[in-house]
């Protein structure tokens, strides 16, 4: 199998795309999860996806206009804040969702914008700062 492609049966199987690293470069690529994998298994159970869910799932509650780079960075906070596991968690579905919103033809700049959300949670930094005005205390 040549570099970059993947064969048509791995469809099946969960894919996300994400960027791999490859010495210090990043290419597109795709991250592949068979059924039962224990890895997504051990960050479901952990937690540590469930707080990318859950702010998911706020901001679909909320529908409030320009919330949705609070909502990254809240998602991407709560993860990286439970260590090292989090942090990749909240990278691979950040990175997967940004890289399918891109396939479907959501623009470049849009992407950008909130893939800096997302890095600002991991960094630690607070989501408050991209808290939009009249956003419900709830959030």
Do not use: C, T
Not at 33 to 43: I, K
Not at 62 to 68: K, L, P, T, V
Request: glycine letters at 12%; hydrophobic letters at 30%.
């Amino acid at each position: 199998m040549s570099k970059g492609k993947v064969p048509v049966s791995s469809v099946s199987a969960y894919a996300a795309l994400s960027f791999q690293h490859h010495e210090a470069s990043h290419r597109p690529g795709v991250l592949l999860f068979g059924p039962g994998s224990q890895r997504w298994g051990f960050f479901i159970r952990e937690g540590r996806s469930w707080d990318m869910w859950r702010a998911y799932q706020d901001m679909k509650e909320a529908n409030f206009i320009g919330a949705d780079k609070y909502f990254h960075a809240r998602g991407n906070y709560e993860a990286a804040r439970r260590g090292p596991g989090g942090a990749w968690a909240a990278e691979m579905i950040s990175d997967a969702r940004e890289n399918i919103q891109q396939l479907f033809g959501r623009g470049h700049e849009d992407s950008q914008a909130d893939q800096e959300a997302n890095r600002a949670g991991r960094r630690g930094e607070d989501p408050n700062k991209y808290r939009p005005k009249g956003l419900p205390s709830k959030y």
